[in-house]
């Protein structure tokens, strides 16, 4: 399945996807032999430069596709490509924004973003410096010495945007990232993100269950059914014009066309999901 | 409560226990004060015994070797502990197997073992090591293998995405938090190594606080039993102060009991 969209910025040549996902299963072991069948056979492609949105249902199996996009899960069948090469380890071009808290909580603000560059063999003064530089980017210049627990959730998560952002990955893979932060400061987060993104445009990969914040975020936006067996139910291009306002840009009236739209089939689609399972189950 | 009041009530407590104690043993309030005095000597014979030791230096040699004999056995049984609690955790199938005898050598009282320290490495401060050491690992052991199996699955997953290597893992996630463990475990190791080492010289030895007590026990010197715990007492709190200091220093980056870590 080809990409929907293409990003201006691509250029003639015709690069391979950030992310390719071809025919993934995902299961998992439970106790006494059985196994869940998280994710049905599934094809999905990122295009370089591409920011898209995965939305479902709480528990459908979003995550566990970004997992097996990082190559921190192992599909049980088909197989995850990045940049034309298949993944057997962890995913190197990907950096990963987790849900919950990720901060290594003895290094301090600074050194949680700078360790990312240190562990490639920067040396420690430069990876500071260039980790200041970021900190500043995302606003907490003055907590560099700060350690997380002495941090907001939000502060928590610009440190962990630094920490990802800094090594410069190719595609950046997003958990629910401002899921636990309240309404106001997912706003901010989400103006933040766009931001940073647009200064180089990295393929992005970001699950949520929230259709606004999606649709205000990506190029394109993936609906997938109720777990288990979840599978890509929609697919919509979101051709709203960028820079965009996270604040603004719901009030506009082709996000509201857009998101009538996929509300519409989201709740249908996700209602025949229940009923089958319910049916499968009898 | 402010801190000038705690102190005050703190103080208060040790002057009416000790004008309690002295009333008691020179009086004759309850009984006869003789008798009472020959059992629980009086304050002012405990306190001119702890002077003496001191004018006369003395009590210095004996608060040295105990010092020291409690800081070989808790650095010797930290850092030994902390190497083997490692491997243990990474090796699940090593601990699996070595798992009985764990618990078995930990749930043996260490008393037991001092006569054989001490046909084994003498009377000298080797074998209050060894008993101090047989105390201080298991403590130690025990936090190094639970703070390292307890890691939090998302800080690592993050930690490996970051690009960290086998050994990167090792030294800025696993070690980190295995040592926190252990530090919030500080004032119980740190306690054990001096129980070991005075225990150790009770049970037979030529110096520490423990043999000074040992020996005042030997001729009814009820006065200085009382002045050997007194001294022991204000030893034990001066560490666990340093502890202290030291704790705050190293634990800097978690959470006051009183704040939120969410």
New interface residues.
């Given amino acids: 399945m080809p990409p929907l969209t293409v990003a201006k910025n691509q250029g003639a040549q015709q690069s391979a996807p950030a992310i390719r996902f071809d025919a993934v299963e995902i299961s998992f072991q439970l106790p006494k032999g059985r196994s869940y069948h998280a994710v049905a056979a599934t094809d999905l492609s990122l295009a370089e430069h591409e920011f898209v949105a995965i939305v479902g249902p709480t528990g459908c199996g979003k995550s566990t596709l970004l997992n097996a996009a990082a190559g921190l899960l192992k599909p049980a069948a088909g197989a995850v490509f990045a940049f034309g090469q298949r993944l057997d380890a962890l995913n190197r071009h990907a950096g990963y924004l987790f849900q919950q808290d990720a901060l290594m909580p003895w290094k301090t603000a600074l050194e949680n973003v700078a360790i990312g560059l240190e562990v490639a063999g920067t040396p420690k003064r430069e990876a500071q410096e260039r980790a200041r530089a970021w900190l500043a980017k995302v606003g907490l210049l003055p907590f560099a010495e700060r350690y997380p627990h002495m941090l907001s959730g939000g502060q928590r998560k610009r440190v962990g945007l630094a920490q990802v952002l800094i090594r410069d990955p190719r595609v950046i893979l997003m958990d629910e990232p401002f899921g636990p932060l309240d309404a106001q400061t997912r706003l901010i987060m989400g103006d933040l993100l766009l931001q940073l993104w647009s200064a180089d445009r990295k393929a992005v990969m970001f699950v949520t269950h929230d259709l606004e914040e999606a649709i205000a975020l990506a190029d394109r936006v993936i609906i997938m059914s109720a777990g288990p067996a979840a599978r890509i139910i929609g697919d919509y291009p979101i051709p709203l014009p960028r820079p965009r306002d996270m604040a603004e840009i719901k009030l506009a009236p082709a996000f509201h066309g857009l998101h009538r739209e996929i509300w519409g089939v989201l709740k249908t689609e996700v209602l025949r999901g229940y009923a089958q399972h319910e049916q499968a189950a009898s | 409560m402010n801190r000038l009041t705690l102190i005050t009530a703190q103080i208060a407590i040790a002057v009416i226990a000790i004008l309690f104690w002295q009333v008691v043993s020179t009086t004759s309030l309850i009984g006869e004060p003789q008798k009472i005095a020959f059992f629980f000597s009086t304050p002012l014979a405990v306190a001119k015994q702890i002077v003496a030791w001191f004018a006369e230096g003395s009590i210095w040699y004996h608060l040295w070797i105990t010092l020291i004999e409690a800081i070989l056995s808790f650095v010797i049984g930290a850092l030994a502990a902390v190497i083997i609690g490692f491997w243990f955790a990474r090796q699940p199938r090593l601990a699996a197997v070595f798992d009985p005898y764990i618990k078995g050598a930990n749930a043996l009282p260490r008393v037991v073992l001092a006569p054989i320290f001490t046909l084994w490495f003498g009377l000298g401060i080797w074998s209050k090591v060894a008993l101090g050491f047989t105390l201080v690992f298991f403590i130690v052991f025990f936090n190094v293998y639970q703070g390292v199996r307890e890691v ?1 699955g ?2 690592l ?9 086998e050994r ?1 893992l090792l030294r ?2 696993y070690l ?2 295995a040592l ?1 463990w252990v530090f919030s475990s500080l004032h119980t190791s740190v306690g054990f190594a001096v129980v070991g080492a005075v225990v150790g010289e009770y049970l037979g030895s030529a110096g520490g606080l423990g043999y000074l007590i040992q020996q005042a026990e030997g001729v009814f010197d009820v006065a200085g039993v009382f002045a050997g715990m007194f001294v022991l007492a204000a030893f034990v709190i001066l560490i666990d102060w340093l502890v202290t200091l030291a704790e705050r220093r190293l634990l ?4 006051g009991p009183g ?1 939120t ?2």
């Fill in positions: 939090s998302t800080v997953a993050n930690a490996r995405m970051l690009g960290m290597n990167q800025h996630v980190p938090s926190s800097i980056w978690r959470a704040e870590t969410k």
